[in-house]
């Protein structure tokens, strides 16, 4: 009777799909489901750590005793290295017929499981990594206005030290420039579902602005319902600055394209005007010194010699613009030829109520210029300022060398009433001026731009309305004499 319900049991057992194995308290294996054999082979007779793992003595986290002895069911995932699987074990108390007790566990091979969640967590550390690693910004955030999660990249953009105060913020009031520009990434985020190079300007924490570029999906709950948004922000304050630079350089091309142009119109111009005005100046003083006139004719003559000897110096400017005259090239003293052009204009009675300060370095390398070209540059915008603050402000000159550059840099500042954003484009193009009739020809900036240029430099003018203007002025440093340049110490 006992033999055949010993028999139902193995039969029972050798039906489970999973693996049975009883091992009584000498480590000896007393059953073998088929399950388990085709998992471990057949061993039974033999000791379990010799089946098992292919050892000679007993396995170190073997629960035997905890099973047989302490009555305990044990529940545990067990590796089993040569055979690359996991299993589910577990592992109860069995008691024998003869009241004896054994240990009883069952096998479930969980290693497609185990793989999976090894997977998946590799998985979770790429993406962790990828997020926080990652050279633009990432965020997760809410519908309702704040950050969830965020990775350093951007908590470095923004200039925060610390995600605990990062997430305090909220985004509309203490995160976009324009709290509008929030409302419409909501509405195109949430009509279309995601929202790519959305441009915009965000706040850093001291409340600078920074360009970005948005892109970003929305994050659903099970029902449907928007929880928020995530994606990527990109710093777009390099690619601005650049575009900045092209557009300036693209400006100053054509600006040197129009000059061009306009000098060979300008010379051509000057030497027809030439001779007809010599001709006036002459004969006007003729007329003056060997006739007796009234004395209302001499006063109409002096009118004319006046306007003729005007139209004399436009047609000098014009010349010198159109770059007819010859350069002396040689190293120069740039302090010095500031420090001369002011002795020359200071004591005029226009500089009477105009503080100047000198603010120049010392120790300047000397430049390759023209001596007499440097004085005509300096007096051309010292004059200009002089007459944009009426004579009336403070005209600050300040001189020093470039860091890590081959140029010297010389700023022109006044205090005068400004450049309007729409007029600051055209001051240095030829006949452009802003005086009265009669009080300017135009040419003095485009005078000056073309002695930058022809000293390889570079000019530029900055000014905000009512804040004054400021000209700078970058010249290259002598480094080697050049064949055929004229010796001299400068000025």
Known sequence: ??????????????????????????????????????????????????????????????????????????????????????????????????????????????????????????????????????ACGVFISSKEGKFLDANHALLDMLGYPNKEEFFKINLAKDLWLKPEDRQKFQQLIEQNGRVIDYEAYFKRKEGTPIPFLLTSHVRYDEHGNILGYEGLNVDQSQRKKMEKELEETRMQLLQAEKMASLGKLAAGVAHQLNNPLGGIILLTKLVMEEYSLEEKAKADLKRVLKDAERCRDTVKELLEFSRQTHYLMKPCDINQAISRTLFLLENQSLFQNIDIKKDLAPSLPPVRADVQQLNHLFMNIILNSAEAMDGNGNLTVRTHALPNSKHISIEISDTGPGIPPDTLPQIFEPFFTTKEEGKGTGLGLSLAYGIVENHEGSIRATSQTGQGTKFTIELPIETTRRKGDKSGEGI
């Open 1 to 134: 009777m006992q033999n055949k319900e010993a028999q139902k049991l193995i039969d029972l057992l050798d039906a489970i799909e999973d693996g049975v194995v009883v091992i009584n308290s000498d480590y000896t294996i007393e059953h073998m489901n088929i399950a388990v054999v085709n998992i471990l082979g057949e061993g039974k007779g033999q000791k379990c750590y010799q089946v098992i793992n292919r050892l000679d003595e007993v396995c170190p986290d073997c629960k035997l005793t905890e099973v047989i002895e302490q009555g305990k069911t044990v529940n545990r995932d067990y590796y089993i290295r040569r055979l690359d699987k996991t299993f589910a074990l577990k592992e109860i108390p069995f008691q024998n017929p003869d009241a004896t007790v054994s240990k009883l566990t069952i096998y479930r091979d969980i290693t497609p499981v185990k793989k999976r969640e090894k997977a998946l967590r590799a998985s979770e550390q790429d993406y962790k990594s990828l997020f926080e690693h990652v």
